[in-house]
């Protein structure tokens, strides 16, 4: 008797646990959280759970569940997680991946187990070509697309040649080759770091001035930036020889950069003071809801994510088991995205628009970046021809 | 020509510094046989601190100072309260508590200072390249760390060998049985070591901050490098490990400044620029892995047990 009531109860667990899985969307969301670039994916934390206030929690009335995964910039844990999510939790979803080299080994997991993936930072070039796959979408861009627009960019003011740093893993080698993709002066030089270890550029600097370039082209997320600019300024670099840099300068890293970073241009998808309705609100609710903080791109990527799934949710009315007809409805793009709006290219990469940013005083006496110029209009990344989907 | 000169500059800048994180770690391990991975939370705090002190005096120099003497202190206070009761343990026992303690440090950082680091701006007559000889700039702020480096490296020196405490010193790094039995107050001793190896840590610390960011989890790649100089330069000594920083900071240097152009000689450029980078990084610990075949005791090993 006590045995079949146990037993009863058991069932009654069980029964109920299926229910809400049933009831609940489940996103998976694989970023860093701890170490120092722990705080790129507080941001994106901080804008996905911003969008999902903005659609009250809830995807087509259903309530959204999401479990947050460190991956500790590792490739072998970012796998490991990614696996965990979807083998064990089961995620209809997995969004984030900040790095080329997590995203790369995290890739097969997800695409094997037909669970979608949505990239709300890393576009590494085989993502774009010979990798794409239907179950995986990117809200941000291909690693080549903004430092080949800080290439057309230097054309236009005339530079002449040029020394490229960046570091030795799969993206510093995508922003590096999508600068010479576009640029078309000489370059002088190449040089890789160790990454993520080495953070003193010493001897790449005294290269760099004494290989007689006209400028310095740099790559250096998260802190690796501040210091790199800390470095660049001391050495007084930064009197001789002009520096261009993708995704080197944000809201992360000019509060350590601070003076560093002024007069050193960048090229971005998004801008925080991007006058769509949508933008505004977010950057004015993201600044209300997480007092002293200021939203980055990352954030904003990742807020496009959320409102991307929810695009799916709604058109398939919560029948998550409908893969295709996500599928099509995410090729629309068809929701506010907070850089305007951009269609998706055969390979679920955004054809969009990339602008120039510089690093002003706002109305707060605070250093923050403003849109100078818009770059190139409607860019595509150069490897979709190498994805087999149509 | 110029180019090796600076990039030799670059390569004695690295390695003086890492000279000041290796002499406190080699000092703690050969005197008081005591493995210490919370070194580099120490260099840590180090920079924390100065970021802190400098922002609130305004002034760089006394800022500085202040930080070497709260490290020092933490130092000492961190002996007296934890690592006081490790000494008797074996290593494992070491290496789990000061593991644990690198967490400590980790997290206390992120309360009290948020985990989004700090920086530590220079004054501004540091922020200019000096003309070192014609023809060659070189950053003043990286002049200051070799000549203090340098300075700190001579007068460790002259404690170390010419006065008393540094006769006990050597003495214990020789065999810490027998001064105890000779009547040395060996705890007190080992107290000072610590808070001098605090220190040194924390203006290795200190004095990289303005350079790199002040951030959670700085310490720990360059410990690495720390525990390699000291196995080089044998360990308890401040000597071997002087040589081995600078062995190690030069090779690393020179190594990324010259390998790839070398590479690109006989590699095409893609795969030379992709592999000299890692190889570079590895040729530290070719060099160690050689040290080791050769003298396995270190470059001058301090205690003959």
């Known amino acids: ?390 | 020509m110029y180019l090796v000169v600076e990039q030799l500059l670059n390569g004695l800048q690295f390695g003086l510094l890492l000279f000041l994180l290796a002499a406190g770690l080699t000092l703690v391990f050969g005197i008081m046989d005591f493995v210490n991975l919370a070194h580099g939370s120490l260099y840590m705090m180090g920079a924390y601190f100065a970021a802190t002190f400098v922002a609130w005096t305004g002034s760089f120099v006394l800022g500085a100072l202040l930080a070497l003497g709260a490290t020092l202190l933490l130092g000492i206070v961190l002996e007296y309260v934890a690592l006081r009761h490790l000494y008797g343990r074996d290593h494992l026992d070491q290496v789990l508590a000061t593991f644990g303690l690198i967490l400590f440090f980790n997290d206390a950082v992120r309360l009290i200072w948020g985990p989004a680091g700090l920086a530590l701006p220079l004054p501004p007559w540091l922020t200019v390249p000096v003309q070192i000889i014609p023809g060659v700039y070189y950053p003043a702020y990286r002049l200051l760390i070799i000549t203090v480096a340098l300075v700190v490296a001579a007068l460790l020196y002259l404690v170390v060998m010419r006065t008393r405490v540094g006769m006990l010193i050597r003495a214990g790094a020789s065999n810490r049985e027998m001064i105890g039995a000779l009547g040395i107050n060996i705890k007190l001793l080992f107290t000072l070591v610590f808070g001098l190896g605090a220190a040194l840590a924390g203006l290795a610390g200190l004095m990289q901050a303005p350079i790199l960011t002040v951030q959670i989890g700085m310490g720990e790649n360059i410990l690495i490098l720390a525990f390699v100089i000291i196995v080089i330069g044998g360990i308890g000594s401040i000597r071997g490990a002087f040589l081995a920083a600078l062995f190690v900071g030069i090779i690393d240097t020179m190594g990324r400044a010259f390998l790839p152009d070398l590479l690109r000689k006989v590699l095409s450029g893609a795969a030379a620029s992709t592999a000299a980078p890692a190889i570079s990084s590895m040729l530290i610990y070719l060099l160690m892995a050689i040290v080791l075949v050769v003298r396995p005791e270190g470059l001058f090993p301090a205690a003959k047990r």
């Open chain 1, 1 to 390: 008797m006590k045995k079949a009531f146990w037993l009863a109860g058991a069932v009654a667990v069980a029964l109920a646990q299926l229910a809400t899985a049933a009831d609940s969307i489940k996103i998976g969301f694989v970023s860093t959280f701890s170490g120092p670039t722990a705080v790129i994916g507080n941001d994106m934390r901080n804008s996905f759970e911003l969008a999902l206030d903005h659609l009250g929690r809830k995807m087509d009335g259903k309530p959204v569940e999401v479990i947050y995964e460190d991956d500790q910039q590792k490739p072998d844990i970012g796998k490991q997680k990614t696996e965990k999510l979807v083998q064990s939790d089961k995620v209809d979803f997995i969004v984030g991946y900040i790095w080329s080299n997590v995203l790369l080994a995290s890739l097969k997991t997800a695409v094997d187990s037909k669970t979608f993936l949505i990239s709300a930072n890393a576009g590494p070039s085989q993502l774009a070509g010979e990798l794409c796959s239907p179950y995986v979408f990117s809200t941000s861009w291909q690693n080549d697309q903004t430092p080949a627009a800080m290439g057309l960019y230097m054309n236009q003011k005339g530079v002449k040649s040029v020394f490229l740093i960046g570091p030795n893993y799969a993206a510093g080698k995508d922003m590096l080759a999508g600068v010479k993709s576009t640029f078309k002066g000489k370059v002088v030089g190449e040089e890789y770091t160790v990454w993520p270890s080495q953070l003193d550029f010493s001897a790449e600097l005294t290269k760099a001035r004494n290989s007689g370039a006209e400028s310095i082209f740099v790559f250096y997320p998260g802190a690796a930036g501040v210091q790199f600019l800390n470095q660049y300024a001391q050495a007084g670099i930064k009197q001789q020889i002009p520096l261009y840099t993708a995704f080197t300068v944000d809201e992360l890293s000019l509060p350590l950069q601070k003076d560093n970073a002024i007069g050193i241009p960048g090229a971005q998808e998004w801008v925080n003071d991007l006058p769509n309705e949508q933008n505004k609100a977010f950057v004015a609710d993201y600044r209300k809801k997480y007092p002293g903080l200021r939203p980055t791109y990352y954030g904003a990527q990742a807020y496009d994510a959320a409102q991307l799934i929810n695009s799916a949710v709604v058109a398939v009315k919560g029948d998550l088991a409908k893969k295709d007809a996500m599928k099509a409805e995410m090729e629309k793009a068809d929701f506010k995205s907070l850089r305007g709006p951009f269609k998706y290219g055969n390979n679920h990469i955004p054809i969009q628009n990339f602008y120039l940013q510089d690093v002003v005083k706002d109305a707060d006496g605070q250093l923050s970046l403003k849109t100078v110029a818009t770059i190139v209009k409607d860019n595509q990344d150069q490897f979709h021809d190498k994805c087999p989907m149509k």
